[in-house]
């Protein structure tokens, strides 16, 4: 029988520990109950001293696993990292000392249950040890040949890696070759300046490092970072290739005008897009398209179907800019000419509002309503809103209609795929789980990324979740412009310019810089076997052992990033370099067969079971709180930082993703004698905060199934809930753990609590 592992406590006495609690009663837990081999107090263990002496500790054999009892887990990770050897972190500060009454008999107890559950979490977890076949490709792919792709390409090369450019054009530069002039990027930002894409495109094709593939699509993907297998069509040449990481730099078309009848689009020639005036001005003739003759007036209309239900729901942004562009070179062309913008909103933010004044001294015009219809004749009919009247503008020689912009993420017929529930599978009976199937992909319940119509693949993704990027409602990239820019739901591929979302020549450049740095980071990542954002640097990766498997597929359904795949058999394969270390696949497994080895259904399920839980005659209750690592942690953190108290009846437990929680937890709770559960995760939707996009969301749907169960078990629904927390939430994070200590007073104590 092989021997234990020894595992070391040390027990920090700064920051006000020591005066909370009392350490020697800890180190009696430690050593005493729990069994540690050895522990130690300090002073400070993160000054040099208490560092070196864990160090010695490890090098002398005397400490093979290590918990540190003393701040949180998110704060002096590089003062306590040591090579091979992870610690295991125990919260005595935020969670203890700064947020309960120093002293108390109930702030010991808080902290004596930290250890117990630090030590439990020890005795079942593992350092990781990596993934045995990291990606080894350096090389880039880089689909789309506009702005955004020649800026990707230029950056990764000049960065020292090497890069294939896909465009299935027969040029590069995309829409931006055909401008004369683009929006101002450099001061004194008040005029057009010369379009210097043909300098970007030289550059590019002069780059040693680039390899450029015109007239050229990729017609499939497989694999992942590090090593994805790309298969081109290159003129009718079959290309296969290797690749680290890829960007998608697909760009934008126009909305569809033949859909803006209203609006005099076909019922006169002279009624044109933005996009058709700007390859107007591009050639160099400014001329009314129905007989030759320079226009005299010309009057742009704003979000033409923008901002609408009925067409496009969102603002392109962009549109106003460029059309205060144009309006400036009509002026210029045409001196005598009158051009009217008008507009709901105009929108110039930053140094666009000099743009902006230059267009008004230089006599352009500006009028606020809403146009509601244009003839054929060119009669605008706008509803002014400062004069608060009708006003019917006539004599017009040209109508420019700002059209919107839409994401070449998908075919122009493509809808958004709206995502499905998970199967329905009650995850507090897994015997239930044992014939459950999902849907074959295509099918009319298939899940999310299988379901919704035929549309067009960028990449062809051969994952089993579809061959597509999973884009949002707008038919944009999924990528949360605030919590992972550039990231989608696929690891190592990245989205940039006006694929992701709408913007300019300048931010599709200043995107693509950011797409290409992600992408070094994928395939460095990749290389060394570790996990990309937000779980950076983690070697740990699902385990699945297969002889319990019932084939349910629920891990390949459930996985926000499309990181495990199906053998020919129906086995669940994941493929490592795509996973993010979510753990929504444990969570989803409904008999447990997926874990980490740092990170298990059975390590916490000891965590939770390792906290002494008082008799229902103490009026001490214990209340569970699942809490997401990314968000609600955090809160809790910030909280403790500035001296908020809650309730020392909660027991905190931080998990990966609230996808990855197990019903198991909640069952072991509740029969361990908990009087209450709390998850506490981020927020779902289309505006998600969700590090993992869904772990929140499928969460809901599996807590919908087990308030169901607690209802067959005659338990309260109401000893189990689910909050949606964000990172600033300190002040409310407390409080949703005080308000459930009330309820919980209210029913009563669990009535398992003993058995």
């Given at each position: ?575 490592v370099a795509r996973c993010r270390r979510c753990g929504t696949c444990m969570g989803a497994c409904p008999v447990r067969t997926i874990s980490f080895e740092n990170y298990s259904v059975e390590m916490v399920s000891a965590m939770i079971k390792a906290v002494e839980v008082p008799d229902e005659f103490a009026e001490k209750p214990r209340v569970l709180v699942l809490a997401c690592r990314n968000d609600a942690i955090p809160a809790l953190d910030m909280a403790g930082i500035s001296g908020t108290r809650y309730s020392p009846f909660a027991r905190v437990v931080p998990v990966r993703c609230l996808g990855s929680v197990s019903a198991l937890w909640i069952s072991d709770a509740l029969s361990t004698g908990y009087d209450g559960v709390i998850l506490m995760g981020c927020k779902a939707g289309d505006d998600y905060q969700c590090h993992f996009v869904k772990g929140s969301a499928i969460t809901q749907e599996r807590m919908g199934k087990i308030a169901e169960t607690l209802k067959s078990m005659m338990l309260e ?39």
């Amino acid at each position: 029988m092989a021997e234990a592992a020894k595992t070391a406590v040390y027990l920090c006495a700064g920051c006000g520990i020591g005066e909370a609690v009392s350490i020697e009663a800890l180190e009696a837990v430690a050593t005493g109950e729990s069994k540690a081999s050895s522990c130690r107090r300090h002073d400070h263990l993160c000054d040099d001293a208490g560092v070196a002496t864990i160090q010695a500790d490890i090098d002398s054999g005397a400490a093979e696993r290590i918990v540190i009892a003393a701040c949180s887990e998110r704060v002096n990770a590089d003062r306590f990292r040591f090579d091979g050897t992870p610690p295991i972190r125990c919260d005595l500060r935020e969670r203890v000392a700064w947020s309960q009454p120093p002293g108390a008999e109930d702030t010991q107890m808080l902290a004596a249950d930290y250890v117990r559950m630090a030590l439990a979490e020890a005795e079942k977890s593992a350092p990781p040890s990596g993934q045995a076949d990291p990606g080894t490709s350096k090389t880039i792919l880089v689909v789309g040949g506009g702005v955004s792709g020649l800026t990707a390409a230029l950056e990764s090369a000049r960065a020292g890696y090497q890069v294939m450019l896909v465009e299935r054009a027969s040029d590069l530069g995309g829409h931006g070759a055909k401008w004369s002039k683009r929006m101002p990027h450099r001061p004194p930002y008040r005029l057009p300046q010369d379009n210097d894409i043909g300098a970007l495109i030289a550059a590019v094709t002069a780059e040693p490092r680039i390899t450029v593939h015109t007239r050229s699509r990729v017609v499939s993907t497989a694999g992942g970072p590090g090593r994805f297998l790309v298969t081109l069509d290159s003129g009718g040449t079959t290309i296969e290739e290797t690749l680290g990481a890829i960007v998608v730099a697909t760009g934008w078309r126009p909305y569809d005008a033949t859909k803006l009848g209203h609006l005099g689009y076909g019922a006169s020639p002279d009624v044109v897009t933005g996009v058709e005036l700007e390859t107007m001005l591009g050639a160099g003739e400014l001329a009314c398209k129905s007989d030759g003759r320079r226009p005299a007036a010309v009057a742009f209309i704003q979000c033409a179907g923008s901002r609408d239900p009925d067409h496009l729901p969102y603002c392109s942004s962009i549109c106003c800019g460029v059309s205060i562009k144009q309006a400036l070179m009509i002026r210029e062309r045409v001196p005598d000419s009158s051009v009217y913008i008008i507009h709901d909103e105009l929108r110039t933010p930053g140094t666009a509002e000099a743009f902006y004044r230059a267009a008004q001294a230089a006599g352009v015009i500006f009028m606020k309503g809403k146009v509601s219809a244009v003839g054929a004749d060119l009669t605008v009919t706008v509803e002014d809103v400062l004069l608060g009247e009708t006003v019917a503008m006539a004599g017009l020689d040209l109508v420019v209609l700002a059209t919107g912009m839409m994401p070449n993420a998908t075919a122009p017929e493509a809808e958004a795929i709206a995502p499905q529930p998970a199967p329905d599978i009650d995850p507090l009976a897994p015997i239930l789980a044992a014939g459950a199937t999902v849907p074959e992909p295509g099918s009319e319940d298939a899940s999310e990324d299988d379901s919704g119509p035929e549309i067009g693949s960028i990449l062809n993704l051969q994952y089993r979740q579809g061959p597509h990027l999973p884009i949002l409602a707008d038919g944009f990239a999924d990528s949360h412009f605030l919590c992972f820019p550039y990231e989608t739901r696929r690891s190592g591929i990245y989205t940039c310019g006006p694929v992701r979302r709408p913007m300019d020549m300048a931010e599709s450049a200043t995107d693509a810089t950011g797409a290409a740095l992600k992408a070094i980071q994928a395939i460095e990542a990749a290389a060394a076997g570790t996990a990309l954002h937000p779980r950076g640097g983690d070697l740990s990766f699902p385990r699945i052992n297969l002889d319990p498997c019932t084939k349910c597929r629920r891990c390949t359904v459930e996985c926000p990033f499309g990181a495990i795949d199906e053998s020919d058999d129906d086995y669940p394969v994941v493929e490592v370099a795509r996973c993010r270390r979510c753990g929504t696949c444990m969570g989803a497994c409904p008999v447990r067969t997926i874990s980490f080895e740092n990170y298990s259904v059975e390590m916490v399920s000891a965590m939770i079971k390792a906290v002494e839980v008082p008799d229902e005659f103490a009026e001490k209750p214990r209340v569970l709180v699942l809490a997401c690592r990314n968000d609600a942690i955090p809160a809790l953190d910030m909280a403790g930082i500035s001296g908020t108290r809650y309730s020392p009846f909660a027991r905190v437990v931080p998990v990966r993703c609230l996808g990855s929680v197990s019903a198991l937890w909640i069952s072991d709770a509740l029969s361990t004698g908990y009087d209450g559960v709390i998850l506490m995760g981020c927020k779902a939707g289309d505006d998600y905060q969700c590090h993992f996009v869904k772990g929140s969301a499928i969460t809901q749907e599996r807590m919908g199934k087990i308030a169901e169960t607690l209802k067959s078990m005659m338990l309260e629904e109401e000893r189990v809930v689910t909050h949606e927390v964000a990172i600033a939430d300190a002040r409310r994070a407390p409080e949703l753990i005080d308000s459930f200590l009330d309820t919980i007073a209210e029913i009563g104590p669990n009535p398992f609590k003993g058995f």
